[in-house]
């Protein structure tokens, strides 16, 4: 008996050490990704880890790189007078890497006459704006807007170019969306490997790939979903992982006492905001909303969140383009608020003790319920009752599809898809965008219409930061919401790993072709 | 003798009743289906919510959003989306996922092996420890085995299991380095082909006794920590059933007559006890599939657990019924295969 068992521990113990040796590979990087890549079509996937698997097979004509947007498929660009024709030159080296044909004009226009047909969630930059795109040579390519856009570049950082050949090889009555939603037809620096759906997808360096890699760069990486929290930070320190994105404030600290592990943690522009009805209930008259705004105590933010985020300055985040300097924007003043309030049509409500309020948040998200705790404790001392509202995700998206359903207060976070204020801005206050919950303010106001629509063809930059800074000026003065903070995106690394840049387009999203290994367990 | 003077063969008559009784509780399954399907798709389509408005993105437009209802048939009224979908059903198809856009059939395929396979090490876990603390308890009645086993059980049913997940992996896996943080199969490496999809099967079948040994070793920790709840409703079980076969007086006249003491425990007094602990196994069975969501989460296995959660976080109809639809098909199977060797196990039950 003692035999068998020795011999049964002998030949588990060969196991595992066999095994050991079978796993040593190359630079292979491995990520703990706290959300599934569920498709990696173009045309429809987009959110961090999709971005994150599209930027890695495919190229875009523009890319994003730390804080700049810089062409990338692109060599040289020139947009007429008044933004609405764009021609542009393509590199003459890229190539397909299913096939090795040439990323020429043809796949460009393709790609984005897909793109529009389908009309999947990342259309929404070009529907409407793109009429016509042209190829004007083997590698030029005409756009043609509808009207003049003077951010269109930007907006091409999303615009992944897929081979032709393939898509229409596996075309199917869907324009290869079933077979691009799992298979790849790009030419970016990655190509597929394993795709294990619900755990883990695996992509490897194209050696030769047009773009070139970095010294030390990676020889592929693999996207483990480790939907936990704990689990990705375990995973870090164990070494069972090299990268782990949307770490917890409060696990920084512990990764940062590791000496072989440190937290990027940078200031991106994912905005939160208390978006007020500016349409129905107390909330639509503008002196009820400049007293929540002055209710709310935004200095103490940090402390009872107890995280890294910014004050806001205004409506949008200091270091984005086109902040208004010097804006008249509320501070916690409970005296002023009960100025406003004495002032407002529900002035009657408010001294009989009866004017309520509903503050919709994400349920057992603490970083929406505290504020809201806050600014309820505070309500509270003037005599306002705020009634804390906690909802699913999609129940609080579907309180925002109309006036009548949207919240007196919701708390929103809103990411700008592109580096313009017009990305900021034309979602969330023009009155033509009612029914997201980017827009659960049901702001309306012509002469903000009418300056988004005008900045948006306007290519001169100073003329926008203008109409950029009156829509600021105006959106404060109303109080249309109180804009609270932005959080950082915060990504953990072992300290092997290098290259990383932050870009605030992509806050929690790596570029897998600019890191490095050294010397990685 | 028969009617006509042959003998008549009662294992024949026994074996066509199993079949019968089978046979009638396959045809059972049908309707409990049928309501589950309907529950189910009543409660999703009754929440309130914005499925196509969440998977049409934030800055989707009014266009985009109608498009993509009229492509998953929710602009239909809901009994005609019900027809279509039962429909579907029927020929084994679960639909498509509103959110991901990938079959339903797909994700199962891939995921329920996992799930499975993690469930059935949890119960062997759960068993093979739970019963001879059981015994081991109720034959030391009031002594320290016994107040050991009690006071362990207690503490395993009283915490909750996500809890002891993390308190597991971070010891054993982060600062001893005994087990796999997460996973189900070291990542660099190839897997065995698929067979089955449960891994250990797959590794013995391919011959690759290392990564059935991986395999093991990765699942080994999950699979004690899910066990750990069941494991204490076994080890109860079983002892409050031993202690009442013991007191049986059939054991006083077995003692009396000089049969070794082993040989009443095992042969006699544990046969009576185990229906009840093997009816607390069958039950646990399908708890623990259905509690392996969170130990599911914690350990990064790729099971239905994380495909559920996101389906009921996105309001995803196809996969919420899909997936409900599953464990529906599996707990009646779990539940006929209990009844079934209720029969083996004791010879007194009759399947008519």
């Known amino acids: 008996m003692k035999k068998l068992v020795f011999c049964m521990v002998g030949v588990a113990a060969l196991a595992v050490l066999s095994f050991s040796s079978v796993v040593a590979q190359d630079n292979i990087l491995l990520y703990g990704g706290n959300q599934d890549i569920h498709d990696i079509d173009p045309a429809t996937g987009e959110n961090y880890s999709i971005n994150a698997a599209l930027r890695s097979l495919y190229d875009a004509l523009f890319i994003a790189r730390g804080n700049d947007i810089v062409p990338h498929l692109v060599t040289s660009f020139q947009g007429n007078e008044d933004a609405s024709v764009w021609d542009m030159e393509l590199v003459q080296n890229a190539t397909f890497n299913d096939d090795g044909s040439p990323v020429n004009a043809d796949a460009v226009v393709y790609s984005f006459n897909r793109t529009l047909e389908i009309g999947g969630p990342p259309t929404y930059r070009w529907a409407g704006i793109v009429e016509n795109v042209e190829a004007t040579g083997e590698y030029s390519v005409r756009f043609t807007l509808s009207r003049p856009f003077a951010p269109f570049t930007q907006t091409l950082t999303q615009m992944f170019i897929v081979n032709p050949a393939t898509v229409e090889a596996n075309r199917g009555d869907d324009f290869g969306a079933t077979y691009l939603r799992t298979t790849s037809a790009g030419s970016g620096p990655f190509a597929q490997g394993r795709w294990e759906i619900g755990n883990l997808y695996e992509f490897h360096a194209v050696p030769d790939y047009w773009g070139g890699w970095p010294e030390n760069g ?173 909802m699913l995700w999609p129940d609080m998206v579907a309180s925002c599809g109309n006036v009548e359903t949207g919240p007196d207060i919701i708390n929103i976070y809103t990411l700008p898809s592109y580096g313009d204020p017009d990305a900021h801005y034309y979602n969330q206050y023009h009155s033509a965008n009612w029914g997201s919950f980017n827009s659960c303010n049901f702001y309306a106001n012509d002469r903000v219409d009418e300056l988004l629509d005008a900045a948006r063809a306007e290519a001169d930059w100073d003329r926008r930061v203008e109409m950029y800074g009156e829509v600021q000026e105006i959106l404060v003065d109303e109080a249309v919401g109180a804009w609270m903070y932005t959080e950082a995106g915060t990504i953990a690394f072992n300290a092997c790993i290098g290259g990383f840049v932050f870009s605030p387009y992509y806050p929690i999203t790596v570029l897998f072709q600019d890191l490095t290994m050294v010397d990685c367990p | 003798m028969g009617a006509h003077g042959n003998p008549v063969d009662h294992s024949t ?340």
């Open chain 1, 218 to 390: 990676i020889d592929g990486f693999i996207w483990i979903i480790q939907r936990e929290g704990s689990t990705q930070v375990n995973s870090l320190l164990a070494g069972e992982t090299h990268v782990a994105d949307t770490i917890d404030f409060s696990d920084i600290d512990r990764l940062n006492e590791s000496p072989d592990h440190f937290v990027e943690v940078n200031p991106g522009f994912f905005t939160n905001t208390l978006k007020f009805n500016n349409q129905q209930g107390p909330s639509a008259d503008v002196n009820v909303r400049r007293a929540v705004a002055h209710a709310m105590n935004y200095e103490i933010l940090p402390e009872v969140l107890d995280n890294d985020i910014v004050i806001l300055p205004g409506p949008q985040p200091a270091n984005f383009p086109g902040f208004k300097e010097g804006l008249d924007i509320p501070t916690f003043d409970l005296d002023k608020a009960r100025e406003y309030l004495a002032a407002s049509a529900y002035a009657d409500e408010w001294e009989a003790g009866t004017l309520e309020l509903d503050y919709v948040y994400v349920t057992d998200f603490a970083m929406e319920e505290v504020p809201g705790l806050l600014l309820q404790s505070n309500l509270a001392e003037i005599g306002v009752t705020m009634n804390m509202v906690p």
């Open chain 2, 13 to 352: 008559n026994a074996t066509m009743n199993i079949y019968i009784y089978v046979l009638r509780r396959l045809l059972l399954v049908i309707p409990v289906l049928l309501g589950l399907s309907l529950i189910t798709f009543s409660i999703s389509r009754l929440v309130p919510g914005d499925p196509v408005g969440l998977a049409a993105g934030p800055q989707s437009t009014p266009e985009i959003r109608e498009r993509m209802a009229a492509e998953f048939g929710l602009d239909r009224p809901i009994p005609e989306q019900y027809i279509n979908y039962m429909a579907g059903v029927l020929q084994l198809d679960f639909g498509r996922s509103l959110y991901t856009k990938r079959d339903v059939n797909i994700e199962l395929q891939a995921r329920i092996p996992a799930t499975l396979e993690l469930t059935l090490a949890a119960i062997i876990f759960a068993s093979t420890i739970g019963i001879p603390l059981g015994i081991v308890s109720s034959l030391h009645q009031n002594k320290p085995p016994d107040h050991v086993s009690r006071l362990l059980t207690l503490f395993f049913v009283s915490f909750p299991s996500f809890w002891l997940a993390m308190i597991f992996q971070s010891a054993l896996g982060v600062y001893w380095d005994i087990t796999p943080v997460a996973g189900r199969f070291p990542r660099l490496a190839l897997p065995p082909q698929r067979v089955t999809g449960l891994l250990s099967i797959d590794s013995l079948l391919a011959g690759d006794l290392t990564a059935f040994f991986s395999t093991l070793h990765h699942i080994a920790l999950p699979a004690f920590v899910l066990s750990l709840g069941a494991l204490a409703s076994i080890t109860r079980i079983t002892r409050a059933s031993m202690l009442e076969a013991l007191n049986n007086e059939s054991v006083r006249t077995e003692r009396s007559i000089g049969i070794p003491w082993a040989l009443i425990v095992m042969k006699y007094v544990l046969r009576n006890a185990f229906t009840a602990t093997f009816t607390i196994i069958s039950l646990e069975f399908g708890w623990l599939m259905a509690g392996a969501v969170l130990v599911e989460a914690i350990f990064g296995w790729p099971g239905l657990g994380g495909y559920i959660v996101d389906a009921s976080l996105n309001n995803d109809f196809q996969p919420i019924m899909g997936v409900t639809l599953v464990y529906g098909v599996i707990f009646s199977t779990v539940n006929i295969i209990t009844d079934i060797c209720y029969g083996l196990i004791d010879p007194r039950i009759r399947f008519g």
